[in-house]
């Protein structure tokens, strides 16, 4: 929702990445989809790392293997070409931004970004590289994400910021054999500060409210450093669940820390003998030798045109960028008229410019291609929904429309999402409990999506559960940002009987309101106001 995105990150400036002259593959597996501008073996090579990667998650933190529960929405979709350069390219616009890939996880479908190889460039001599490409590991990141995306799905809790990112960078660095995986070596892009910053548990645990130039490093590589020691060494395993208990509990974060982990300086000797010694390397059989199914395939030619545009829309667009794409999808629409994909492609192209009635159309034309098309299913129920802002009428359209994506599957949050929209926005009407139920079950299957997050944070504090709403928006409390000062400001105001100004503050936007770029910057100006006004500061 624009309250939070607004402030929590920039609309970026995007590119359309070109794809080069290589086969494009599809390769689908039990948790992930990938599309890949590469070689066949290379491809099924890479995704069955990944379904390593999440065989080890399942093993390592004791959930155990996959028992089907999961609904086939919440595989995510990597998309694999190009260059680390590539990658800065489409986050941020520019080619030297340091990005070696990234995730978005989205309750309409989570999505990754990363390259195929690091950037190759010409050096004088092998001692001239530089060390920056080397450490932007592409795997590496990709993995470091999913480890998000994966405690999201299967253990939601209020993890703090230093063990959230240790455990990721902990399997960032997963080795994969034959018949074992090894975990445990050190990031290599965390060496600097493991060798150079001070062990404090005080800062680490506790951080002070201004950030320093060792906040990142502590929270980082120091929380490697305590992921891998809570994790790998035997007698200290299952003490940070008892450190989230006393958190749960009321405790302060140094009091928990005290009660999960004992002594503290004892602790920070231990931390300390770990970080000037060798690295605690595990080698752990597979809990499943055989190797992970793959069904892989080349792409045609209709699906191969349109991954340059489908890439830059599963980023995300601003409304230039969603303008020149349109152009592009007419035209891939002309060349493939009964292509399925390239369709789709258009649809959201003309939805996310605004196009309603002609992707309204082209929605229809896809479940006329494919009638199992939830994603055609969805658009074609976003589009009432985003016509209910101008009229209401349009908002009973949309609740039929969502209902009958969610028949087409049961278990795919956004269809649930967009059914509870259509109610709690809806002036005219009271949220029913089916609509609440829809929006708890999204939750369930999207808690990675902040956008749910903060929609089943609203409806809790509306229906005086504050205690509920606060372990659900951890996420947004738990911080030393500016923004996350303000909510856990409001949330104290909210306990002592000053209700509204919280429930403003996640209150659901209407996505059918259009905001110029005018607009969004007096918007972000109003929230630095309201940031400066109760007593925090602006980052």
């Known amino acids: 929702m624009r309250l939070l995105s607004s402030f929590i990150a920039a609309v970026a400036v995007l590119a359309a990445i070109p794809a080069a002259a290589a086969d494009w593959y599809r390769a689908e597996t039990r948790h992930f989809i990938v599309y890949s501008e590469d070689s066949e073996s290379d491809t099924r090579e890479f995704v ?7 065989e080890v998650l399942r093993l390592m933190t004791g959930i155990g293997p996959d028992d089907g529960s999961l609904p086939e929405s919440s595989k995510v979709t990597v998309f694999r070409f190009g260059e680390t350069r590539d990658m800065a390219v489409l986050a941020t616009g520019a080619g030297n931004s340091g990005v070696g890939g990234f995730f978005i996880g989205r309750a309409s479908g989570s999505v990754a970004f990363v390259p ?3 950037n190759q460039q010409r050096v004088r001599s092998a001692s001239a590289r530089v060390d920056s490409d080397l450490m932007l590991d592409p795997k590496a990141t990709l993995f470091h994400e999913y480890v998000h995306y994966f405690m999201f799905q299967h253990g939601d809790a209020p993890y703090p910021l230093w063990y959230s990112e240790g455990f ?49 490093g502590r929270t980082y590589a120091h929380g490697w450093l305590l992921a891998s020691h809570l994790n790998l060494n035997p007698d200290r395993r299952g003490q940070m669940g008892n450190y989230l208990a006393a958190i749960s509990a009321g405790q302060t974060r140094m009091e928990a820390a005290a009660t999960a982990f004992g002594d503290l300086e004892v602790l920070r000797q231990e931390l300390e003998e770990f970080r000037q010694g060798a690295s605690r390397i ?30 830059v829309q599963k980023r995300g667009v601003d409304e230039d960028e969603a303008t020149r794409i349109v152009r592009d999808a007419r035209r891939l629409v002309e060349e493939y008229p009964e292509s399925a994909a390239v369709l789709l492609t258009a649809v959201e192209a003309e939805f996310d410019a605004r196009n309603y009635d002609e992707a309204e159309s082209l929605a229809g034309r896809v479940l006329a291609l494919d009638p199992a098309s939830t994603e055609a299913a969805n658009y074609y129920a976003d589009v009432a929904l985003r016509r209910s802002f101008a009229d209401a009428s349009h908002f009973a359209a949309a609740r039929t429309r969502f209902a009958a994506a969610n028949r087409m599957e049961t278990d795919h949050a956004y269809p649930l999402y967009g059914y509870y929209l259509s109610h709690a926005l809806d002036e005219s009407q009271t949220v029913t409990d089916q609509a609440k139920m829809a929006l708890e079950a999204a939750f369930g299957y999207a808690p990675y999506d902040n956008t749910v997050r903060q929609a089943l944070v609203y409806m809790l504090l509306e229906e005086g559960r504050p205690d509920e709403a606060r372990m659900v928006g ?18 104290d105001e909210f306990d002592a009987g000053n209700r509204e100004p919280l429930l403003e503050l996640f209150r659901p936007d209407h996505p059918g309101e259009y905001l110029d770029e005018a607009a969004r910057e007096a918007q972000r100006e109003e929230i630095e106001a309201d940031i400066e006004a109760y007593g925090c500061e602006v980052d």
Not at 48 to 54: C, G, I, K, V
Not at 186 to 212: E, H, K, M
Not at 289 to 305: F, T
């Open 116 to 118: 195929r190889r690091q």
């Open 474 to 491: 951890a996420s947004f409390l738990d911080g030393q940002s500016g923004y996350r000062c303000l909510v856990r400001k409001k949330f």
């Open 48 to 54: 069955q790392d990944l379904e390593r990667l999440d």
């Open 168 to 216: 990721a960078e902990l399997f960032s660095t997963l080795e994969f054999e034959d018949d074992y995986f090894v975990i445990g070596e050190v990031p290599s892009i965390r060496s600097f500060a493991l060798s150079t910053i001070s062990i404090n548990l005080q800062d680490t645990f506790d951080p002070p409210a201004r950030q320093t130039r060792q906040t990142t």
């Open 282 to 311: 595990l080698r752990v059989p597979y809990s499943v030798q055989a190797e992970p199914e793959v069904s892989i395939r080349r792409l045609d030619d209709a699906e191969a045109a349109r991954m340059d545009l489908m890439i």
